[in-house]
């Protein structure tokens, strides 16, 4: 079963302070996705990544797939209190068995 | 363009009884996603649906739960005689064939069984 590891669970930051939440497996992933999640409401998609050391950058935020495809980081410049919620971060084992797995998630939040 | 459909957002129901969960995805896409989430717990996956198709239901209980993709119509969930223990959020997600992985979520249904 793979297993995605999420740390740190909790995260609370003043707002402006940078941050990265990691995402770990033993298990190679053919892509992966980081989520956030507002309290009673669904995971929206932030971005995915498919290739071994890549790089993506969407605005303040920038993720990065492992060269080995088993781990990601997120990194978040200059928090702010919006960025507060839970991330998820979610993989597509490699076999191609379309379902994914989750990570438990990193609640941040950013104070004022 | 509509994202993913979820109703009802919250159920109740007493012990014994059946929910239904109903799920309309994303226009354009062919692939539906069925995943629960406990409290402090993360999201697992329980079935995957194509049109008329069940593709894989191996995080679905073999027992109580079913899962359809009509021709017409949303995907259903449905929970017959519930426990306690099915008490959780319900996320239904779809995707395009192109990109399955890239899986967009509903608001999610939260069961309350009493």
């Known amino acids: 079963t793979q297993l995605l590891e999420q740390s740190p669970q909790f995260l609370s930051i003043q707002e402006g302070e940078n941050l990265t939440v990691y995402c770990n497996s033993s298990?190679?992933?053919?892509?992966l996705q980081w989520y956030r999640q507002e309290p009673g409401e669904g995971p929206v998609l932030l971005v995915t990544v498919v290739t071994g050391g890549e790089v993506k950058k969407l605005k303040r935020l920038t993720f990065q797939f492992g060269d080995a495809r088993k781990d990601s980081s997120l990194h978040i410049t200059a928090a702010q209190p919006g960025d507060t919620g839970l991330y998820l971060c979610?993989?597509?084992?490699?076999?191609?068995?379309?379902?994914?797995?989750f990570g438990k998630g990193t609640k941040l939040t950013v104070n004022p | 363009n509509a994202g993913v459909m979820q109703n009802p957002r919250h159920l109740v129901r007493r012990r014994g009884q059946e929910a239904r969960l109903r799920c309309s995805p994303m226009?354009?896409?062919?692939?539906v996603y069925w995943y629960r989430q406990l409290p402090e717990e993360g999201l697992k996956f329980m079935v995957y649906l194509q049109k008329e198709n069940i593709i894989d239901e191996s995080g679905m209980p073999k027992e109580r739960f079913s899962a359809e993709f009509p021709k017409e119509g949303p995907s259903i969930l449905r929970i017959q005689q519930v426990v306690r223990g099915d008490s959780a959020a319900y996320f239904c997600?779809?995707?395009?064939?192109?990109?399955?992985?890239?899986?967009?979520f509903g608001p999610g249904t939260r069961l309350t069984v009493t």
């Open positions: 997600a779809s995707s395009d064939s192109l990109s399955a992985y890239e899986q967009y």
């Open positions: 298990s190679v992933f053919s892509s």
């Open positions: 979610a993989g597509e084992p490699q076999g191609g068995s379309e379902k994914l797995v």
């Open positions: 226009k354009g896409h062919s692939h």
